[in-house]
């Protein structure tokens, strides 16, 4: 057991975790302050034209909109705040912290971070129609839970990770990485989330977020927030698995995972077969 321990901290110390961008440290340390300075703020997102962008889409989204369009970077922070304007900073550096030079593995990894965006996307728009849940918290988990993918990508690029992108077996998808790669992605993702700095629950969510017995087994120590989030994530992965032609519509709320998420969230499968079908619905609005 020791010998085992000692190999997983040996494959892990060997892993390099992408560095948490200086503008996201600088953003932080500014939102932390009693009196934060929008304009400041609004400086630091316009000198970084990729940001701007990323900025103005968020606030366009159809998780954030308003009823008019917003086009300029300090009306997008103001109207956004703070905690949703850190959002499209971790959106666009999480994207950009990991390359890759080969073809395949490149055509992989941008239909990865499309999947991740419209996982985030769903997730934020289903949270909105659940009690106590948040919706930056929901974004957030559901932009940064396979992080550790893209890093594992990089370590073991002999391994062939295009399962990833469509997981049926919710609960084994990462047991074979651990028996071929000595990790899995929840591990390598959770140290990704502490090193850029994210909430302890976030980076729980993260860690356990293949685990179902957390919903059977309430001993289990995670808190309800934790729970909440990984059954928004469930369901919010499985429309962007439709979304993105993985899964047929008539499978929405239907396969087994389903159950415990819905179960846990108080929602009927045809309950969430409407609501998927809406979120759905707006997602191709905007993509348009």
Request: net charge negative; hydrophobic share 45%; with cysteine.
């Amino acid at each position: 057991m020791h010998g085992t321990t000692v190999s997983v901290e040996k494959i892990l110390g060997s892993i390099q975790l992408p560095a948490c961008p200086a503008i996201m440290l600088d953003i932080m340390s500014e939102a932390r302050k009693e009196e934060p300075d929008f304009n400041h703020i609004s400086r630091l997102v316009g000198n970084d034209a990729g940001l701007s962008a990323a900025v103005l889409k968020l606030a366009n989204s159809p998780a954030f909109r308003r009823n008019s369009s917003i086009s300029s970077i300090p009306q997008a922070v103001s109207v956004l705040g703070l905690k949703k304007a850190m959002l499209a900073v971790n959106t666009l550096y999480l994207r950009s912290s990991v390359s890759m030079t080969d073809s395949a593995a490149k055509a992989l990894l941008e239909k990865f971070w499309d999947k991740s965006s419209c996982t985030a996307e769903a997730a934020s728009m289903l949270a909105k129609m659940l009690p106590g849940i948040s919706v930056e918290d929901a974004y957030t988990i559901a932009l940064f839970h396979d992080s550790g993918i893209p890093v594992l990508m990089q370590r073991f690029p002999e391994h062939a990770f295009d399962d990833t992108l469509h997981e049926s077996d919710w609960e084994d998808s990462h047991r074979e990485e651990e028996i071929r790669l000595g990790t899995n992605h929840a591990i390598v993702g959770n140290m990704l989330a502490r090193n850029w700095g994210l909430p302890a629950h976030i980076c729980q969510t993260i860690l356990h977020h293949h685990d179902l017995s957390i919903f059977s087994d309430l001993s289990y120590q995670v808190s309800t927030a934790v729970r909440n989030l990984i059954a928004v994530l469930i369901l919010a992965e499985h429309m962007a698995d439709v979304f993105m032609g993985f899964e047929k519509e008539s499978a929405l709320g239907q396969l087994p995972v389903h159950a415990h998420a819905l179960s846990h969230i108080g929602m009927e499968p045809a309950e969430f077969h409407e609501a998927a079908l809406d979120i759905l619905g707006e997602m191709r609005q905007f993509r348009r």
